[in-house]
């Protein structure tokens, strides 16, 4: 039955209604429009350049339809993707255009395949148009992310990872651009956070021949530290934004508006001081998954050696194999000369330079490879021909070079180093006085006598490591403050001595072995005895016949047995706790003691604070440029400082000393409290006349002195 008046070929939007309602009723008018679709297509394959309002509409009402008929369209993607493979460079963008949304919306429903799709998509970033490339670099990320929301497709992972190695290496600049960045934000997005990305800009990347891809790749293995100062920028402008309007507030007209606003500011500034409270996430940053960070390292410092890019790349170049160098403890020798020489204080950056440097320091490059460049720093950066701000900057940056290679350093150049401690700029005594702490810590031979300070507990117990050798330790640290309570080990002590150990460690010894204690203790309180009796009856015979030289080596024998007891109570005490360790397990409250006890063991009179037991992973820029010196007082502390100075004082102002309050004051004093109106004319003469007043005053004055005569 034909309908009458039947308007529907012509209107679109109201046969799509109508068939998403009803698709078996109007099969007829699909099967038109699909014919007419196609006889469209073929006239537009013949001249791909021009645009064709009529296509368009067709074509993305087939889009919306196509579930309702799946075996009719079955062939409509295909006809679509190869136009764009074939001719998608020289395609009308508007049709171009339309093309894609019909894809995705194709590919939403489920009736393309993913791979098929995503690759073609990928090719279509060669195309001139910045509008699609950013739409496509848009869907592929949420396509792939909807993909592993709920489970990882690995192998469609890997296919698509695969093709994006080779698009990489597209000769495309911003096909290969838009690629990397894709990569990346996949990675960030924790989808494709696995090695094989990673690996992928590393090799691929890092190296290629076009800039904005070598430095998309460089800033991801840079990436974190940008991320953390966006993250404190956006606090400071909170905060700023939080004083500004409560100062809004408290001026302006109030009103409903201004109030609700108000509110809603501050809830955000309490839910930004939330998460800076909160402990920061870490996720493994790419350069920990590098698989070769030697020859990444090997490769990027040959290409630095070889390249004509700007600065700013060189920077990005060595600050990534700075990183590699000390993450990964490599070994790139040619390195730290290269370095050296742009160690200058006019140079520009240095600061980020120094950081560098002090990056690629770690335990395992010979103190011979590291000693030109503090050296370099000495003559360069710590000379009284620079300023404080210079000469501090060259010190804090010789101690994080340190803190990684301590061996590097000389007992000379320290001893040097450590006599600016009483310079007179505040800046430069205090970096000199931290190296002096740092070396206190690790290598306390190379400073002078009287910069040792005192040795605190956790100090005596530090071994100096050589070259190469490792700290192992086999058991927990700080597991003697557990002795006291263990009931497994028995603590024993001589009788003569229980007065003396209150509080202190004593020698350890096992119950089998009280017998043998015992007795070895007795021999040496009647050693001990013997010799007193010795030196009792050479007192008596003659006291003046004993020699300096016998006191001296008496007195040295003493202090040889008394380090050879305390050796053996050390020895003891590690034995005991090691068997603690591997015979009970350890609750909270017991970590808890053993960290209290490490923490007192680096705490004496002379240092209030706690020793940096270990060192962080990348340098912060901060350390280095650190300067002190005395920042401005804000208001509020000023304030506090006025008011401290009020304190104990009867009146405000000045006092001028009179002994009788109520006496008279001089004409001048009283001229401070009259009104103005009273000394407007003598403030009036002391206006500063003009040449031509002078003039005519000195006129008048000779008129007078003629007119006298």
Not at 127 to 134: A, E, F, G, P
Not at 150 to 161: A, E, G, V
Not at 621 to 646: C, F, P, W
Request: charged residues 30%.
């Amino acid at each position: 039955m034909v309908r009458p008046n039947n308007q529907l070929p012509e209107n679109l939007p109201q046969l799509q209604n109508l068939i998403k309602r009803d698709p078996e009723s109007y099969s007829d008018e699909f099967h038109t429009q699909y014919a007419h679709f196609v006889s469209l297509l073929e006239i537009f394959a013949l001249n791909p350049t021009e645009e064709n309002k009529s296509l368009e509409e067709i074509v993305m009402f087939i889009a919306q339809v196509a579930q309702c008929y799946p075996h009719v369209c079955e062939q409509f993607p295909k006809k679509l993707t190869d136009l764009l493979r074939n001719s998608a460079t020289v395609l009308d963008p508007a049709i171009r255009n339309c093309f894609v949304k019909a894809l995705i919306l194709l590919r939403n429903k489920n009736l393309v395949p993913a791979l098929d799709i995503l690759e073609l998509f990928f090719q279509l970033l060669r195309c001139q148009d910045k509008n699609l490339r950013t739409f496509l670099q848009t869907h592929i990320v949420t396509d792939i992310k909807n993909m592993n929301a709920k489970h990882k497709d690995m192998k469609l992972n890997s296919s698509l990872q695969n093709f994006m190695y080779g698009m990489l290496k597209d000769a495309n600049p911003k096909a290969a651009k838009m690629s990397a960045d894709i990569m990346i934000e996949l990675y960030k997005k924790n989808i494709w956070n696995d090695s094989k990305t990673v690996n992928v800009i590393a090799s691929v990347g890092c190296f290629s021949s076009i800039t904005k891809v070598l430095v998309t790749s460089l800033k991801f293995f840079l990436g974190h530290d940008d991320e953390d100062e966006a993250g404190s920028d956006s606090d400071s402008e909170n905060e700023v934004d939080l004083k500004g309007a409560l100062m809004a507030n408290r001026v302006n007209k109030k009103t409903r508006k201004g109030q609700k606003q108000l509110q809603q500011i501050k809830k955000q500034a309490v839910k930004a001081q939330k998460k800076k409270k909160n402990a920061p996430a870490f996720n493994f940053s790419g350069i920990h998954l590098v698989h070769n960070p030697q020859g990444m390292a090997e490769g990027l410092f040959k290409q630095l050696q070889s390249t004509n890019e700007r600065f700013e790349v060189k920077l990005m170049h060595l600050d990534v194999i700075s990183r590699l160098i000390g993450i990964h403890d490599l070994f790139l020798f040619g390195y730290y000369p290269y370095i050296t020489r742009f160690l200058q204080p006019h140079q520009r950056q240095v600061t980020r330079i120094l950081q560098f440097a002090a990056q690629a320091s770690h335990e395992l490059v010979p103190g011979d490879i590291i000693e030109p460049i503090l050296k370099t720093i000495a003559n360069n950066f710590i000379t009284e021909r620079n300023s404080s701000d210079v000469m501090a900057i060259g010190l804090n940056a010789t101690r994080e070079i340190c803190m990684r290679c301590p061996l590097a350093m000389g007992e000379d150049l320290l001893q040097d180093l450590a006599m600016y401690k009483t310079y007179k700029e505040k800046s430069v005594m205090m970096a000199a006085r931290s190296l002096i702490t740092l070396y206190r810590e690790q290598l306390p031979a190379l400073l002078h006598k009287k910069d040792r300070g005192r040795q605190t507990e956790a100090q005596a117990e530090r071994k100096v490591r050589a070259y190469g050798e490792r700290d192992v330790h086999d058991t927990v640290m700080g597991a003697e403050a557990l002795l006291k309570d263990s009931k497994t080990i028995d603590l024993g002590s001589d009788d003569d001595d229980t007065d003396s150990n209150d509080g202190e460690w004593v020698n350890v010894t096992h119950s089998d072995d009280d017998g043998a204690g015992a007795a070895e203790s007795g021999d040496e309180e009647d050693s001990e005895d013997e010799d007193d009796d010795d030196e009792e009856e050479d007192g008596d015979e003659d006291a003046a016949s004993v020699s300096e030289a016998e006191e001296a080596e008496d007195d040295e024998k003493a202090n040889e047995k008394k380090k050879e007891k305390a050796d053996l109570k050390m020895l003891n005490q590690k034995e005991a706790a090691q068997e603690l360790a591997l015979t009970r397990i350890f609750t909270d409250a017991d970590f808890k003691r053993i960290n209290a006890a490490n923490l007192k063991k680096t705490v004496t009179s002379a240092r209030k604070r706690p020793l940096e037991q270990e060192r962080s992973e990348f340098v912060k820029l901060n350390s280095i440029e650190m300067i002190y010196k005395k920042r401005k007082h804000d208001k509020e502390s000023r304030l506090e400082t006025v008011q401290a100075g009020r304190q104990d004082r009867e009146r405000f102002g000045w006092k001028d000393g009179r002994v009788n309050e109520n006496c008279s004051k001089t004409n001048r004093e009283k001229s401070k409290t009259k009104n103005f109106g009273m000394m407007r004319h003598k403030a009036r003469s002391k206006v500063k006349k003009s040449f031509r007043d002078k003039q005519l005053a000195m006129r008048k004055h000779l008129l007078q002195q003629k007119k006298m005569k």
